[in-house]
Every structure is written in C-alpha cells, then in structure tokens.
C-alpha cells in the first residue's frame, strides 16, 4: 500500500510576526495534489496540526477545510495523531464520528492499542504522550521517563501485531540520533526527551512528526518527513516536502513543495544590499533573514531595508560589530561622559554633523526637566 | 414524531465562582434519561451548548462526552444549532461526519436553508446569527436589524416547506414579549434585539434558545426550553426541565430536571440565619443567595455564614439598610470626624469595646506615615 507522509503543519503559526495562512494554502494545495496524482490509499499526519492548543477561530477554520476537503471530498482516508503543540482534548472533537469515512485521529494513549487494520497493514497511530499517561495508563508509577514509558507502549503494541501483515508506527516524538535544532529546541520544553531508536526497530516503518528536519534521522525505515514549511531561519537550508511510502518494496521517495514565499538568508553590507544591481536579482517578496557585515551604526536601518525587502523577519549583525564595539575606546569613553557630549557624539556619527546652537539649547532644557523629575 | 426539546446547557459555567460541573452532569443523566424512557425521535439542542467561545479543555472533554454518549452510545437523533455563547467555529468542527449517524449540529446561516427531512417532518436549524451575516448571505446591506434579517431569513426558509410535512424551527433569538431576566439581558450584549413573534406563525413548533425561563413566552407553538440548571439568582423561581414535543398531536409536556444542588434565597435576620433551630430545616449543601435583614455591622459576616452555609453565591443585606445608612447622622459626622475618632466609633461598633492605649498608639503612628507618605 502506498501512504502520502506529512507532519508538522503547525496551522495559525506565525514567522516572526507575519501571518502564514496563504503560505500554508499553498502548500496543502500541493500535499493534496500529490496524493491524487499518486493515487495513494492514505496520508499519514504525524502531529502537530495546530501550531497551538487554544487555536484561532480561523485557524481552526483552515484546519476544519482542509481535513474535510482531503476526506469528504477527495475520499482520502487520514491516518493522524495528535502532536505536543495540539490540545488532545480539542483536537479530539468528532473523532469517534470520523472513522465512518476512513479518518482516523488519534489522540489518546490507548488508542494507540487500536491498530487500524487494512488489507496488507497495521496502523499503529502513537499520538504524543508524556510519562505520565503511561503512569497512569500502565498503573506503574515507575515509568518516569519518556524513554521507559515508550519501551511499555512499544511493547504492548506489539502484542497487537498480526504476522500476516506489515507493521506501521505513526508517532510524535524526539527519535535518538536526530540532530535538533533550534526552532524545535523549543518545542522539547515538556520533557519530550529522546527515545532509543533500536526500541523501533521491530516496526516496517516508522512515520514520524515533531523534528522539522526531513533528513533528522538518517535511516530509511524510521523517517521524519519534516513540516511542509521553513518556520525559522534555522531551517533555512532544509528542503520541504512530503515523503511517499511504498510498504511493498518498503521505498520512500520524496517529493519537494514548493513555497509560495521562500525563506532566504542574506549576509552583506547595507550598501550592497541597498545597491539595484545586487537587489534586483533577489526574489524581494520573500523572507529574508538578513546579517548585516557593516561595522558603523546605520540609522534607521531597518525601515531603510524594508523598503527594499518588505518581509525581513529578523536583522542582525555579524559577530564581530558588537564585539568591536564593546572593546573599542568609545565604550570606556561613554561612562565618563557627560550626557549632552554623548548626544553630539553620537548625532555626529548618524547625521554627519553637529549639533545646532539650538538642538543644544533644547538638549540642555530636556536633561534639566530629567534631572528636576529624579530630584523630587 | 416525538422529539425532547432542550437547550442553554452552558457548559463550563460557573455560579459565582462555584464549579458547576456536577450539577451539569446530574441534569444531563436524567435527560438522557427521559429522552430513552420516551424513546423520542432526537434531541433538540437550541443553542449555547458550550458557555464560552473558548471553552476551557475539561469542558470540551464533558461536551464531547455527552455529546457522543447520546448520539453514539444510545444512537440517539440530534438536532443541534450554535448559539451566541458558542464559537461558530470551534462547535462547526466535525460537523460533516455527524450527519452519518443523524447527529444535525448547524452553526453557520446558510445551514439553516437545508432542512432535515424527516418522514412526517421538515427540521429547519437556524444558528445564532447576526445581522451583518444576513447582510452578506442576502447581498442586502439593508439588513441592519435583526428582526429585518429575521424576516428575510424566514421568508427563504419558508421557500422550502413540503406542503406534506410539519414544519419545526429550532433558533436561538430573543423572540419578543418574553420578559428578559438579569442573567439574559447580558447575554442580548451584541445586539441581539427582539424578533416579533408574528414572524413566526408559519411554522408548526418553534424550539427556541436564549432565554432561561421556559415560561418566557406564553405561546403553544413557539417555546423556549429554558436551561437545564439556575444561572443566576433571577432564576431562583423557575422551574427547570425539558419539553416533549409530539408534532402529530401538537402537544408539549414538560419534564422537570431535579438539581443535584438547587439554589434558594434566603431573607432574615443574622440571628435568626445562624439558629440551628432555623438553619438544620435548610438543606445546607445548596446554593444560597442571601440577603440580611439586620439594620447594623455584622463583624466577618460571610466568613460566619460559610460555616453553616458553605455554597453562598452573593450576600446582600435589605434596601433600607443602605437608606438607613445613608439618611442616618452618623453618615454626615463622619466627614467632619478626624480618622482617630472615626476609628474609635467603628472599633466600638463592631467590637463593642474602645480602642485600648495600644491600639490607640499604633493608629497614630499608622496615620502618621500615611500623612507623610502624602507629602512627600
């Protein structure tokens, strides 16, 4: 049977600050069209639907259209489970109804002993869980660990296994082995500590969600497929995508989306970044992370590169600016100096000239009504 | 056909800080309970299933459990709309699976133009909307009040009556000449005006949601349920239950739902409220509103009516003791009295001795700092 892997949509999610609702759009359009072009008999989502457990009203919206488009309209049996950033309990609504269409969303610890059973294959939907469910799951209070709690829930699943057919874990977990980084560093915050990889390998196949990085785990049968979109500039290099499975032949292939905005990172001078013979040739209504290599202060900086790329989600500065100036004279020099020369000095390197007779005049009477205000 | 007629459940609401959890699961038992003794034809629940847009998760969790346990447990009919205390949204989740086992949960205004066609019946389940959605349904900017867009609303759906049928509207609307209550007028906040009755003389039953009073409206063929359970202490004299509706003989009967804890109010005087003569005939593990008849200070008085009362939701005492106050001289001294003195004759009230040297010493070193703290 052949399954379409996804994970990782983190619907209503924001990059820093700009909304992605048209990007996600645009990247379901493509999940949805590979599925039909490939005439799959499923899509495996592997947690993490929603970007958070108390949704927008119209991101809950998105994801109400898109999960009955693939399976009221397009007939596309589902195979999902709930990740660490959804609310079980929310994302739990209508489920027991949805199985009637072949969609099935699991959101509970013991639901992952239901395998759903088709022709040539178990489904094993594994949503995310902490320790403590397997506590309270298993009545052991000696389960502490996500690592002890999953070698339980890996070996009652496979009291359910049928010899006869394959055996497909679907999970939501940090997999041993995988290389985190840091946008997904912060999705560990809960206690989602690694699990050994050798406690999966009794599986056919292991379709995992939470790590954004298809290439996490360098196995062929246990595999992140990444989310469909770059959510911060650390995943700027990582391509995107879905993976198609094969469970006969046990072949994985990939296939990239293309986004309707890329995320670039650009590290240059402000002048030749500013310059249309550098700025013409890149794609300008994209993100861009942008570093910038110059030394000096630039006023206004930001406002001024914004208007060249509308969409800079984050500017910083190469290491050795605030180095430089942390050790240069001028940081020694600013404690000792009077406010108002600290104000010229400082006009001076932004504004190429001194101050006027009266801008010192009303520097002079501002740093009076400070110094009144302390007083009283 | 025989259809139990519910709604206003408001889960997740509270009664003055009290959790209503229990109650709300107790009331939910015994409608079940009428609804399989009956053995009806559905459940009609108009409106405001959830008390909040964003309901917290265990409330979700208590929803989709009765949700499912009617439906899918004891496959029972439900014919379900979104009220104005419900997100559209949030409730539209899982809707198009529902239909598969005759669970109708409507929450958009479009919805409410495809009736449930029944054998004898024609369902028409009209959401909570504003006029503003009415507006864009009907391309008529016009639409500017409710009772407007109520009239365009009716007249589409009366396009679809089957002569051969009887016609059932179940809305969520203030319907006029029913007489609002403190806990509904803040429930009409956005602009929820009064739609005339006559607009819905057509119809051959009208279940309607919103008000809590079942006998809100003194019609036959156009009732409000009223809640299961009193949300307020403008409710303290309702009765509470559900109707059963037979569409062939046009009857209604009303079913009490019996509190697991009811709520009362109480007047009379502290003495009187803390005699065990009078206190051990008052069934104490309920709600109380209580209103003290007493004319003068009663020192820590919640915290002693607590002991015996535990669940006391508001205290308040009898106009004329604010009056009494008010209009007494005292009221007039005290603006003239300086703080010591002032102190002294509260001390002496409520504690019916004065001030020892101590505390008299302690108060002008406290008022001391106060008028220092001022000058400064």
Do not use: C
């Not at 178990?122 to 999953?150: K, R, V």
């Not at 040739?281 to 406002?303: C, E, H, M, W, Y």
């Amino acid at each position: 049977m052949r399954f379409l892997q996804t994970a990782d949509w983190h619907l209503g999610r924001k990059l820093h600050g700009f909304d992605l609702q048209a990007e996600q759009e645009a990247a379901f359009v493509q999940i949805e069209k590979i599925a039909l072009q490939e005439n799959v008999d499923g899509i495996i989502i592997a947690g993490d639907i929603y970007d958070r457990s108390m949704p927008a009203e119209q991101t809950v919206d998105l994801a109400n259209q898109m999960l009955q488009r693939l399976n009221l309209t397009d007939h596309l049996p589902l195979y999902a489970i709930a990740g660490n950033h959804d609310s079980a309990s929310r994302l739990a609504t209508g489920t027991p109804w949805f199985s009637s269409t072949n969609f099935y969303l699991h959101t509970q610890l013991a639901e992952a002993f239901e395998p759903i059973e088709l022709e040539t294959v178990q489904i094993f939907l594994l949503p995310y869980f902490e320790p403590f469910a397997a506590q309270q799951y298993f009545a052991d209070d000696s389960l502490l660990h996500l690592d002890q709690a999953m070698a339980a829930v890996i070996n009652k699943i496979k009291q359910q296994f049928d010899p006869t057919k394959k055996h497909l874990l679907v999970g939501h977990f940090f997999a041993a082995g995988s290389s985190q980084t840091a946008s997904e560093t912060r999705l560990t915050v809960g206690g989602l500590a690694p699990v050994p990889i050798d406690l999966l390998t009794d599986f056919d196949y292991v379709a995992l969600g939470h790590l954004h990085n298809k290439d996490a785990l360098q196995t062929n049968k246990i595999r992140y497929s990444g989310s469909p979109l770059k959510f911060s500039l650390s995943e700027v290099r990582q391509q995107k995508g879905v993976f198609l499975l094969d469970t006969e032949t046990q072949q994985t292939k990939f296939y990239p989306i293309k986004p309707l905005h890329d995320l670039h990172d650009l590290q240059n001078e402000f002048a030749e970044l500013t310059n249309p013979s550098f700025y013409q040739s890149q794609p300008r209504k994209d993100f861009f992370g942008i570093t910038l290599t110059d030394q000096k202060p630039i006023p206004n900086v930001l406002a001024r590169l914004r208007e060249i790329y509308p969409k800079i989600v984050a500017l910083q500065r190469t290491a050795d600016y605030s180095e430089l100036f942390e050790q240069s004279q001028s940081t020694k020099k600013i404690t000792q100096q009077n406010p108002l020369q600290l104000l010229d000095d400082f006009y001076q390197q932004v504004a190429n000239e001194q101050l006027s007779a009266a801008q010192i005049k009303w520097a002079q009477k501002a740093l009076q009504n400070i110094r009144e205000e302390a007083k009283s």
